[in-house]
T-cell receptor, first 116, second 113 residues
Framework: AQKITQTQPGMFVQEKEAVTLDCTYD???????LFWYKQPSSGEMIFLIY??????QNATEGRYSLNFQKARKSANLVISASQLGDSAMYFC?????????????FGSGTQLTVLP | DTAVSQTPKYLVTQMGNDKSIKCEQN?????MYWYKQDSKKFLKIMFS???????INETVPNRFSPKSPDKAHLNLHINSLELGDSAVYFC????????????FGDGTRLSIL
């Protein structure tokens, strides 16, 4: 069974600073995908970034980067130059590519607040 | 040019009623999903369809019945609504049934009185 752990229920960061949101995962499957989603207070789920288990380089998308450490089974999200609009709930998620268990499993989320 | 759209956005109804939530995607994706987000923000898969075929059916009461008339639509019908059904329901789609990003609709907030 796959499992995603986000140990930070809430985080605060000063505007323009960088912040790292932690995510660890547990799977015995060699092929899997790791995702980060943002959920602002308006409620929609916004896809941010994806990392495949076989990808050699860490994924980056604009101000978002995924610090993928396979041996430690961690997939932390780094947001550089935080903006007030980054205040939201952030979810780490994983999907596996084996059998029929290809659903997206979510962590419990981290509420990020960017301070002016 | 909405990618994944679900209607209605809000649904307020009484216990015991039957209601439906519609979902459509215009991304040309093969796979669609329904998720439930509870009051603690925890998201859990309910169903997944790939090319109109049911692939995942998690432990969900059989009062919940998904219907996929074509691969661009996945509707969710709920019979005999209960208080515990109050949640936000998200529809999502992905290119295929593999490690591809899933794109979500804006959610339907269901409130049972």
């Amino acid at each position: 069974a796959q499992k995603i752990t986000q140990t930070q229920p809430g985080m605060f960061v000063q505007e323009k600073e960088a912040v790292t949101l932690d995510c660890t995962y547990d799977t015995s499957d060699p092929s899997y995908g790791l995702f980060w989603y943002k959920q602002p207070s308006s409620g929609e789920m916004i896809f941010l970034i994806y990392q495949g288990s076989y990808d050699q380089q860490n994924a980056t998308e604009g101000r978002y980067s995924l610090n993928f450490q396979k041996a430690r089974k961690s997939a932390n999200l780094v947001i550089s130059a935080s903006q007030l609009g980054d205040s939201a709930m952030y979810f780490c998620a994983m999907t596996q590519d084996s059998g029929s268990a290809r659903q997206l499993t979510f962590g419990s989320g981290t509420q990020l607040t960017v301070l002016p | 040019d909405t990618a994944v759209s679900q209607t209605p956005k809000y649904l307020v109804t009484q216990m015991g009623n039957d209601k439906s939530i519609k979902c459509e995607q215009n991304l040309g994706h093969d796979t669609m999903y329904w998720y439930k987000q509870d009051s603690k923000k925890f998201l859990k898969i309910m169903f997944s369809y790939n090319n109109k075929e049911l692939i995942i059916n998690e432990t969900v009461p059989n009062r919940f019945s998904p219907k996929s008339p074509d691969k661009a639509h996945l509707n969710l019908h709920i019979n005999s609504l209960e208080l515990g059904d109050s949640a936000v329901y998200f529809c999502a789609s992905s290119q295929d049934f593999s490690n591809q990003p899933q794109h979500f609709g804006d959610g339907t907030r269901l409130s049972i009185l």
